[in-house]
């Protein structure tokens, strides 16, 4: 008998002779069960089914961790069942046995209740759960009623979904110290503690996240930077990915991790730019799926996301005021180390900044419900979660950011030339009325720039992506009919 994890069901099953080796010749049917059958028996005796919220059947290891197998593909149910058949009975199940097991199975589970599903962070009651990652299931939960504000439990209390991009985090050390990553990171002061509070806010799944863009010169570490910052929450093979060409290729990139970071990015396409707003709130994109006729795929998914090289001003309409850009200090080069130094000094100060990083997490998650700011930015949540680091910590963390996003926006509003040519017809009238192609007659500029639009209507679409930059920089655009005539007008005007 092989030394296997399944090797106490060979004890369960009559078919097997207590060598390994099964009774009767399965192959040509003389037996009182198929071999499909069997592998049933053995999925069901060692796993429970189950299905998540949208409907895909898993199953759990009774005695292991609390993990949601899939039932096929890489890492799924399938090789584990194969494993257990040959332990218990001595030899190699057909793929077709296999096959018809696992649609008896999918049958079973889709009978079962929908359960949750999560990926690397989660919340239970009170408390806000982290995947550790490991074999043996572990979690932290971060909580009121935990010591210190959180503790690691050997048992999770919901299910997790894992995927090759979902690394082990280390073992946190109790009383660590956050700082300790300013020497492996460096970012400004006005901006370290956006930083921060973005880490805390990492640990949330159920509040949007702002998108964190990376700026600094040539040479300050930004891909370095992202790295260290995936590495400390949701490490994994491949930290960096690169920007992705299409919806599907997005899809493809956020959906086996928690942090996303996409790196040298030199510009972001209108669909991407919608895809990470999406990302940001969590909203659904419903497509058709591939190889179907009438079946759809949703992409639903909240993610914490950071975009390296990148112009923020470059970023326009709704993203733009998703994001919390941290400036990147170019390292003196007297002070750089080499690979093999900076990786040696990291894994050895990183479980005291996870712990420095939990600690801090406790205290501003057990005030956050008693938090009222006097004035909150568009990420809301994200502004309330900084008040609390503020009232912990004593800095200014949501000053910093409201001011980093008025910054944001001045530079979306310069950097798109709609935007720009609007502002400037408003400085100089004060208050503009009238249709999209009178817009566009009064704001086309002379020679006309590569992408201006060429209607009327192309020129109303990009003028309502850029809304909210407007309205920061004192522009209100208001949409209505004209009294007698019905037609479409834009009314443009000064706020404070």
């Given at each position: 008998m092989s030394s296997s994890k399944y090797a106490d069901l060979?004890?369960?099953?009559?078919?097997?002779?207590?060598?390994?080796?099964?009774?009767?010749?399965?192959?040509?049917?003389?037996?009182?069960?198929?071999?499909?059958?069997?592998?049933?028996?053995?999925?069901?005796?060692?796993?429970?089914?189950?299905?998540?919220?949208?409907?895909?059947?898993?199953?759990?290891?009774?005695?292991?961790?609390?993990?949601?197998?899939?039932?096929?593909?890489?890492?799924?149910?399938?090789?584990?069942?194969?494993?257990?058949?040959?332990?218990?009975?001595?030899?190699?199940?057909?793929?077709?046995?296999?096959?018809?097991?696992l649609a008896v199975l999918e049958g079973r589970a889709q009978r079962t209740d929908r359960r949750p599903v999560h990926l690397r962070v989660a919340r239970h009651c009170d408390d806000r759960l982290v995947d550790m990652g490991d074999e043996a299931g572990h979690v932290i939960a971060i909580g009121p009623d935990h010591p210190g504000g959180w503790?690691?439990?050997?048992?999770?209390?919901?299910?997790?979904?894992?995927?090759?991009?979902?690394?082990?985090?280390?073992?946190?050390?109790?009383?660590?110290?956050?700082?300790?990553?300013?020497?492996?990171?460096?970012?400004?002061?006005?901006?370290?503690?956006?930083?921060?509070?973005?880490?805390?806010?990492?640990?949330?799944p159920d509040i949007p996240h702002p998108v964190m863009p990376l700026t600094g010169p040539q040479g300050a570490g930004k891909s370095t930077t992202a790295r260290r910052l995936v590495d400390l929450l949701d490490?994994?093979?491949?930290?960096?990915?690169?920007?992705?060409?299409?919806?599907?290729?997005?899809?493809?990139?956020?959906?086996?991790?928690?942090?996303?970071?996409?790196?040298?990015?030199?510009?972001?396409?209108?669909?991407?730019?919608?895809?990470?707003?999406?990302?940001?709130?969590?909203?659904?994109l419903v497509r058709r799926a591939l190889y179907t006729d009438n079946e759809l795929a949703v992409l639903a998914f909240r993610r914490v996301v950071i975009i390296t090289s990148i112009d923020p001003g470059a970023l326009r309409g709704d993203l733009a005021e998703r994001l919390a850009p941290v400036e990147v200090r170019r390292i003196p080069d007297r002070e750089r180390l080499d690979e093999d130094a900076m990786e040696a000094a990291w894994a050895a100060d990183r479980p005291a900044i996870l712990g420095g990083l939990l600690d801090l997490a406790g205290e501003v998650y057990e005030r956050l419900p008693n938090v009222r700011p006097d004035r909150l930015p568009r990420m809301a949540d994200f502004g309330r979660l900084l008040a609390a680091l503020d009232d912990v910590t004593g800095w200014d963390a949501l000053d910093k950011y409201l001011d980093l996003s008025g910054q944001v926006m001045v530079a979306a509003v310069d950097d798109d030339p709609v935007a720009s040519a609007v502002r400037d017809l408003v400085q100089r009238v004060g208050t503009w009325t009238g249709t999209a192609a009178e817009l566009l007659e009064a704001t086309t500029p002379d020679p006309v720039p590569r992408g201006w639009p060429s209607s009327p209507r192309g020129l109303s679409g990009r003028l309502r992506r850029a809304e909210e930059p407007l309205r920061s920089v004192g522009i209100e655009v208001a949409y209505g009919r004209q009294a007698g005539t019905g037609r479409r007008i834009i009314s443009l005007s000064r706020t404070e």
């Open positions: 060979a004890a369960l099953f009559p078919g097997n002779n207590g060598d390994g080796t099964a009774t009767g010749d399965p192959e040509t049917g003389r037996r009182d069960t198929t071999i499909a059958m069997q592998l049933v028996e053995l999925a069901e005796a060692r796993y429970e089914l189950g299905r998540s919220l949208d409907g895909t059947a898993h199953a759990v290891d009774k005695h292991g961790p609390a993990v949601a197998l899939p039932l096929r593909g890489a890492g799924g149910l399938r090789a584990s069942l194969a494993d257990a058949y040959m332990t218990v009975y001595g030899r190699v199940p057909s793929s077709a046995s296999l096959t018809d097991a503790q690691l439990l050997d048992r999770s209390p919901v299910l997790w979904r894992r995927s090759r991009l979902t690394g082990e985090l280390p073992e946190p050390t109790r009383g660590g110290d956050i700082e300790l990553l300013r020497r492996h990171i460096r970012v400004s002061d006005d901006t370290w503690p956006v930083l921060v509070g973005w880490l805390v806010a990492g640990l949330d490490p994994g093979p491949a930290p960096l990915r690169t920007s992705p060409r299409s919806v599907e290729d997005w899809a493809v990139a956020a959906a086996g991790s928690w942090f996303v970071a996409l790196d040298n990015v030199s510009t972001i396409p209108e669909w991407l730019s919608d895809a990470l707003c999406r990302a940001v709130t969590g909203d659904g």
